[in-house]
Every structure is written in C-alpha cells, then in structure tokens.
C-alpha cells in the first residue's frame, strides 16, 4: 500500500536536495538523491519525482504543474458529470416525446 507524506514533509525533502544541489561541492542531482532519500526514509524515486515535479511547479522545468493537473481533473469529472446529465437529459426527451405521439382515448 502506498505511504501518504505529509505535504510539509515532501517539501522539506525538496528543499533539503536543492540546498544541497546549490552547494559549491554539489554532485549530480541523482547523486544527492542517493544520498538523502534513505535519511529520510523515503525511496529514491519518490524523492526524484518530488523534486522534479517541484521544480516543474517553479516554472524551472517543463511540464504540467501540480495547479493544473488539480484544474484538469476537476475539469475531467465535471466533463464526465455533465455527459451524464446530458444522456439523463436525451432519455428523458425521448420518453416524452414518445408520449405526445402516442394517440389519446377520449
């Protein structure tokens, strides 16, 4: 089962590999990653995609930010809701439509 971490924790660990990104003596991002994911007792790649996503989210990598992938699957609910409203909508039409057709006894 997956781990959720704390929002403040995984922001804690990017900031923890950034620093160490930006120290004169700093190795390869890969290699700070190895170093610091199992002090925290995170896996490598976890931190890995922290990170890149973090920095996707400061505009200092391409990608899609963690706003708008949120705003996208929002979007892709309220578009799946409202296919559904529309189909309710068609059936409902077609119901009534088929009643006014049908010949009344008087």
């Given at each position: ?43 490598r ?40 409203a ?21």
């Amino acid at each position: 089962m997956a781990v959720k971490y704390e929002q403040s924790f995984k922001d804690r660990a990017v900031r923890m590999v950034l620093d160490r990104l930006n120290d004169d003596d700093a190795e390869t991002r890969s290699a700070v990653i190895r170093e610091v994911a199992p002090r925290l007792g995170v896996a490598r790649e976890t931190l890995r995609r922290w990170v890149n996503q973090a920095l996707v989210d400061e505009g200092k990598r391409p990608g899609v930010s963690t706003e708008e992938s949120a705003e996208i699957r929002r979007l892709k609910r309220e578009n799946a809701e409202l296919r559904r409203a529309n189909e309710i909508l068609k059936t409902a039409s077609a119901f009534f439509a088929a009643e006014l057709d049908r010949p009344r006894a008087r």
